[in-house]
Every structure is written in structure tokens, then in C-alpha cells.
């Protein structure tokens, strides 16, 4: 019998002693031990840097240089303090995004390492999917897109860190970006864009200027109807061919006497074996609604205010 051990190295985890084939099994981290909590940590932190990597870049590259160059000029509280802050990091395009897609990638990457330590294959296959899916992608975009400006203020020192740390990469690649995609990344309209704009631009700021006789039709071309009709076929067919969703009632003969208005859509559903008058329909809140009356020389944001009330 041989006193020694002739033994070769097959592979990382396997050895063959005199024709005897040796496999190390992969050692699980049970919950007693301090390693398992220390993955686990280490994990959900993972988590939380791929979500916050992945939040940053749909939050902050959605934000716009000449929307922040307004905000920061002519803001208001914190509005302007977050738009100040954040307009030089947004303006380094392809640096933010380089650094903010390789912290992700690292995050992502590095998650399977410390979970296949506590737990087999399958839970760490269903585990990595959920977590990815909703702690670093749909929470943290949601998130991000509706208050991107604020996040990004906050996390400004993270994101400064991060871009510090990953320059050696990042730096590289950010320039090679801007060699060939160029660094002008601000909005650009067109001349039929720009035009519609201003267009609107200018309508709200004629709101203050504009009264209500300036905009209304005047009563006399108005589609109304007396209280003394009947709503047979004819005044339906009328009513039908204005094309108007509200139509205006008046007492007799007076045009000027107005009652309020009735509601075209109730008009088509209200059922009646014969032809209903219009003073039977003013009596159903359905069909029947008051109108307010406003001076010719209010204002249209005044309308416009009594048109959100539900008033109208």
C-alpha cells in the first residue's frame, strides 16, 4: 500500500486522489450565519442602486437645457433652485448617461453573485425577475418622470460621485459620443412649431385683454328657443341641425328674456309618448340647466374660471 496521495487538479471545484474524483459543493449561507444577512444586504442595496441608476436616467436626460434656462431665470422657490443646480450635470449629456447605464449594468450584473449564496437557483431566478422588474425599473421610472426635477436635486451629490468615480470610463466614452452624435442636445422647433407656439402663447396672454363681448356671439345669432314650442319633430330637426350642445331658452316672444339653456344630449335620451312643451322639459333638472350672466366687459379668464366651476 502507497504512502502517498497522487492527486490532480481537474477544475476549480474538482480534484481526482488515486483515481477517486473529489467535488467541492457550492457552500448556501443559512439564515444563522452572519454571511446570509450580510448578502442579503448587500443585495437589496444592489437593488436599490439599479433602480436609482435606472430612475435617474429616464428622470434627468428627460429634462430639457432651455426648460431648466427658463426655470433657473425666471423660477420660483425651489423651482429655480432645483433647475440651477441640476443644469450643469444635465449639459455633460453623454457623460451622465455613460455613468448613470454603467452604474445600472454594474448593479444588475453584481445581484446574482450574492444571491445564489443564500438560496438555490429557481427562488434566485424568481426573485432577481421581480426585483428588477419592479424595484429597479417601474417604480423608480415612475417615479422619476413626475418628479424628476426634485429627485434629481436631491440626489445631485450621488450623481456627482458616481460620474467622479466612473470617469476613467465614462470620461472616454462621453467623448467619443460627442465626436459623433455632437453635444448640442437642446430643443430645436420648427418653423411651423415655433409658429403654433407663439400662437398659443399670445392667445393666453389676450385672455387678460380680451372681454366677453369681444368673444361671445352676439344674441341676435344666437339658436334659441321659446317656451312656448313644442319639442316635435321640426324643433328636433332644428335642434339637430344648429349642432349645438346647449341651446338657449327664451319666455315668448321676448329674446332677451332669458330662462337658461337645455342640454341637447338629456334632449335625445328624455322618452315621452307625446311631444313634450319646452316649459315641461325647464321642469326636468336632466334636460333643464340655469345659465350664468356676466357683464360684456368681463374678462375671458373670469369665463374661464366660471366654466371650471361647472357652472356653465
Same mark, same amino acid.
Given at each position: 500500500? %502507497? @504512502?502517498?496521495?497522487?492527486? #490532480?487538479i481537474? &477544475?476549480?471545484?474538482?480534484? /481526482?486522489?488515486? $483515481?477517486?474524483?473529489?467535488?467541492? *459543493?457550492?457552500?448556501k449561507a443559512?439564515?444563522?450565519?452572519?454571511?446570509?444577512?450580510?448578502?442579503?444586504?448587500?443585495?437589496?442595496l444592489?437593488?436599490?442602486?439599479?433602480?436609482l441608476?435606472?430612475?435617474?436616467?429616464?428622470?434627468?436626460?428627460?429634462?430639457?437645457?432651455?426648460?431648466?434656462?427658463?426655470?433657473?431665470?425666471s423660477?420660483?422657490?425651489?423651482?429655480?433652485?432645483?433647475?440651477?443646480?441640476?443644469?450643469?450635470?444635465i449639459?455633460?449629456?453623454?457623460?451622465?448617461?455613460?455613468?448613470?447605464?454603467l452604474?445600472?449594468?454594474?448593479?444588475?450584473?453584481?445581484?446574482?453573485?450574492?444571491?445564489?449564496?443564500? %438560496? @438555490?437557483?429557481?427562488?434566485? #431566478?424568481?426573485? &432577481?425577475?421581480?426585483?428588477? /422588474?419592479?424595484? $429597479?425599473?417601474?417604480?423608480?421610472? *415612475?417615479?422619476?418622470t413626475?418628479?424628476?426635477l426634485?429627485?434629481?436635486?436631491?440626489?445631485?451629490?450621488?450623481?456627482?460621485?458616481?460620474?467622479?468615480?466612473?470617469?476613467?470610463?465614462?470620461?472616454?466614452?462621453?467623448?467619443?459620443?460627442?465626436c459623433?452624435l455632437?453635444?448640442?442636445?437642446?430643443?430645436?422647433?420648427?418653423?411651423?412649431?415655433?409658429?403654433?407656439l407663439?400662437?398659443?402663447?399670445?392667445?393666453?396672454?389676450?385672455?387678460?385683454?380680451v372681454?366677453?363681448?369681444?368673444?361671445?356671439?352676439?344674441?341676435?345669432?344666437?339658436?334659441?328657443?321659446?317656451?312656448?314650442?313644442?319639442?316635435?319633430?321640426?324643433?328636433?330637426?332644428?335642434?339637430?341641425?344648429?349642432?349645438? &350642445?346647449?341651446?338657449?331658452?327664451?319666455?315668448?316672444?321676448?329674446?332677451?328674456?332669458?330662462?337658461?339653456?337645455?342640454?341637447?344630449?338629456?334632449?335625445?335620451?328624455?322618452?315621452?309618448?307625446a311631444?313634450?312643451?319646452?316649459?315641461?322639459l325647464?321642469?326636468?333638472?336632466?334636460?333643464?340647466?340655469?345659465?350664468?350672466?356676466?357683464?360684456?366687459?368681463?374678462?375671458?379668464?373670469?369665463?374661464?374660471?366660471?366654466?371650471?366651476?361647472?357652472?356653465?
Open positions: 500500500m %502507497s @504512502d502517498f496521495i497522487n492527486c #490532480l481537474l &477544475s476549480e471545484n474538482d480534484l /481526482l486522489c488515486n $483515481g477517486t474524483q473529489y467535488h467541492l *459543493a457550492d457552500h443559512k439564515p444563522e450565519d452572519a454571511l446570509f444577512w450580510i448578502y442579503l444586504c448587500i443585495y437589496a444592489l437593488v436599490l442602486g439599479a433602480g441608476m435606472s430612475g435617474l436616467t429616464i428622470g434627468l436626460l428627460s429634462l430639457d437645457l432651455l426648460s431648466l434656462k427658463v426655470l433657473s431665470d423660477g420660483t422657490g425651489e423651482t429655480k433652485r432645483f433647475a440651477k443646480r441640476l443644469f450643469p450635470i449639459k455633460q449629456h453623454h457623460w451622465l448617461l455613460v455613468t448613470l447605464l452604474g445600472n449594468a454594474a448593479c444588475v450584473e453584481a445581484m446574482p453573485l450574492f444571491l445564489d449564496r443564500v %438560496s @438555490d437557483p429557481v427562488t434566485a #431566478l424568481l426573485v &432577481s425577475v421581480t426585483a428588477v /422588474l419592479f424595484f $429597479g425599473e417601474v417604480i423608480p421610472q *415612475a417615479l422619476c413626475r418628479y424628476g426634485m429627485i434629481g436635486y436631491y440626489c445631485s451629490p450621488i450623481v456627482y460621485a458616481f460620474m467622479a468615480v466612473m470617469s476613467p470610463i465614462a470620461f472616454p466614452i462621453s467623448k467619443l459620443l460627442d459623433i455632437g453635444t448640442d442636445h437642446e430643443t430645436a422647433f420648427k418653423r411651423e412649431e415655433l409658429k403654433s407663439v400662437t398659443i402663447i399670445r392667445g393666453a396672454l389676450e385672455l387678460t385683454s372681454t366677453a363681448g369681444d368673444a361671445c356671439t352676439p344674441i341676435e345669432k344666437v339658436f334659441m328657443l321659446s317656451d312656448e314650442l313644442t319639442l316635435d319633430s321640426s324643433t328636433r330637426q332644428r335642434i339637430m341641425q344648429s349642432a349645438h &350642445s346647449r341651446v338657449p331658452v327664451y319666455h315668448g316672444e321676448n329674446r332677451g328674456d332669458i330662462r337658461g339653456h337645455l342640454l341637447v344630449k338629456m334632449l335625445l335620451l328624455f322618452e315621452s309618448p311631444s313634450p312643451s319646452v316649459q315641461e325647464m321642469t326636468n333638472r336632466k334636460c333643464f340647466r340655469e345659465m350664468p350672466f356676466v357683464k360684456s366687459s368681463a374678462q375671458l379668464y373670469d369665463l374661464l374660471r366660471i366654466f371650471r366651476q361647472g357652472k356653465s
